[in-house]
């Protein structure tokens, strides 16, 4: 690499490295409206389509297709994180952070004037793309303007965003189809997303970055493929075909494939599109591990926590963003004071390893819950298994963007982003998989053929809670305990995962973090120290 001559100690050009300056307080808050709003936009689309899918399948037909609207958003959405992280370290944070966030908007205005079930396959797997960006820039630009050791001011306001979207979202959903049209599902993402994108051109001041270094087109092609097979085998193993099928064997070779010479590929490239020393890095590594068990866990128990409430506790589907609230009650709590406490002390080893202790305990605690189990005690184990994840939700990505330099802060927001959503869809159909094993298990066991058929009216696995009711009484005792043996089953395995998270938090290191806060003993060079630092 080529150094600067001695005799023009001030290069004309700026640097990445030049985004991380002094901002104010009032320039930070000004930015981060039109950040949380574009966070808002990236949690909530899934919940509030979600509840509308019935509806646009009665209107566009094609219920065959009906898992692909889901899955064309998903994988969009995942292969291409990686890619607009590094597409914002290299070109600049700002203009790549508002080129996702159009192709949003538009992918949102054409699903909404989708005609078929095709078209809107085709304008959602448009609008995951541009969804890919928008969790990746909001990080990327907090890292840029927030100094580490500050950030807990602010992870407050993320936390609320989660818990409004995960609350909100299917409740919006809801009456968004009722009393307007399941079009409006999608176009009410128009509105927020022109309020965000004015925010950002006002506010967002970033200095123009631009990278000679050419594009890593084949690790780009070998990652995102790789990141489908592995989408796609957690999205129709045991759905689709069976996990012993040649589909999802060839996609299981496929993704070891692609990921292997992936990696080939990364060493050996000029600007890779993943630079593989990231994870040399002993923090970056044991982070990325734990963001992963993180999402395993958290996706797990946000499907399967409101059908046990449902079908086992009898509550409404029609307020079913409610029936999370005890768990994102302290996610919330726990997030905003651990925030308040890194900030004032700079200090953040103790929190993963007591975020992931508490997370475990509160698997353990919801095996435990059975037909008999009341709405109080489920909501206090939920409130325990939320605060154990508001350790961890934002310690995760602070700790990731602490451990590189700012020129791969993108990479490093967009590989947690990643871990944490590929752990989300393997703990989906891990969960999914044991559940329904060990609920046709129990109904054999107590209802032996009967239970194929619901004493001649259908699966009860495959019934609504309201269907439910009318089949015989014995048939819905079966069913309850079969529920409650599989969710027994499913928080004990993700227990067991969880406690990989214990181990990997404890050997976690305290390396100081960059920001304003923190001690000026190293004359000034707090920032490159802490960089030097963490370069393992």
């Known amino acids: 690499m080529s150094q600067p001559k001695a005799a023009n100690p001030a290069p004309e050009k700026k640097t990445v490295e030049e985004e991380e300056q002094p901002r104010s307080p009032r320039e930070i808050r000004l930015v981060m409206t039109g950040l949380v709003v574009t966070m808002l936009l990236a949690m909530l689309d899934n919940l509030i389509v979600g509840t509308a899918m019935p509806t646009i399948v009665g209107d566009l037909g094609g219920a065959e297709h ?77 890292g840029a303007l927030v100094p580490p050791r500050d950030r807990g001011k602010y992870q407050g306001m993320f936390a609320a965003v989660m818990a409004l979207a995960t609350i909100g979202g299917p409740l919006a959903g809801g009456f968004i189809t009722d009393h307007l049209s399941w079009h409006w599902t999608f176009y009410i993402n128009l509105p927020l997303g022109v309020v965000a994108l004015a925010v950002v051109v006002v506010t967002l001041k970033l200095p123009k970055v631009r990278n000679k270094a050419r594009i890593d087109y084949l690790g780009a092609l070998l990652l995102t493929t790789g990141i489908t097979s592995l989408t796609l085998i957690t999205t129709w193993g045991g759905q689709e075909y069976a996990w012993g099928s040649k589909q999802i064997l060839g996609l299981g070779a496929l993704a070891a494939a692609t990921l292997i010479a992936f990696c080939y590929v990364e060493q050996r490239v000029q600007e890779p599109m993943l630079p593989l020393d990231l994870f040399k890095n002993l923090n970056f590594t044991l982070v990325s591990l734990i963001g992963f068990v993180v999402g395993f866990v958290m996706f797990g128990a946000t499907v399967f926590l409101p059908l046990y409430q449902q079908t086992v506790q009898g509550a409404s589907a029609t307020n079913s963003g409610l029936l999370l609230m005890p768990m994102m009650f302290g996610m919330l709590v726990v997030s905003l004071v651990v925030g308040q406490a890194v900030t004032k002390t700079g200090k953040y080893r103790i929190y993963p390893i007591i975020g992931t202790i508490v997370m475990t305990a509160g698997m353990v605690l919801l095996s435990t819950m059975g037909t008999g189990t009341s709405s109080f005690t489920s909501a206090c184990w939920m409130v325990v298994l939320g605060a154990g994840m508001g350790f961890l939700m934002q310690i995760t990505m602070l700790v990731a963007q602490n451990s590189v330099e700012l020129k791969d802060m993108g990479v490093a927001s967009s590989t947690a982003t990643l871990f944490r959503t590929i752990g989300g869809s393997f703990g989906v159909a891990l969960f999914g998989a044991l559940f329904n094993n060990r609920v046709s298990a129990t109904m054999k066991e107590r209802l032996g053929d009967a239970a194929a058929n619901g ?47 214990v181990a990997a938090a404890v050997f976690m290191r305290e390396v100081p973090l960059r920001g304003a806060g923190a001690p000026a003993e190293d004359g000034g060079k707090g920032a490159e120290s802490s960089v030097e630092a963490v370069a393992i």
């Not at 203009?95 to 396959?121: P, Y």
């Not at 305990?481 to 406690?499: E, I, R």
Request: glycine share 14%.
């Open 66 to 142: 009906l898992s692909w609207v889901v899955t064309a958003y998903t994988l969009a959405t995942a292969a291409s994180t990686p890619i607009w992280g590094k597409l914002g370290d290299l070109y600049g944070r700002k203009g790549v952070f508002l080129t996702s966030i159009v192709i949003f908007l538009v992918g949102s205005a054409l699903s909404g004037l989708s005609q078929n079930m095709n078209e809107l396959i085709g304008f959602r797997a448009l609008q995951g793309l541009g969804a890919g960006g928008l969790m990746v820039g909001v990080m990327s630009i907090m």
């Open 455 to 501: 004493g001649g009216k259908g699966d009860p696995s495959q019934l609504s809670p309201a269907a439910l009711k009318a089949l015989p009484a014995p048939v819905q005792d079966a069913y309850h305990h079969a529920v409650a043996n599989g969710m027994h089953t499913v928080f004990l395995w993700g227990a067991a995962v969880a406690v990989v998270a």
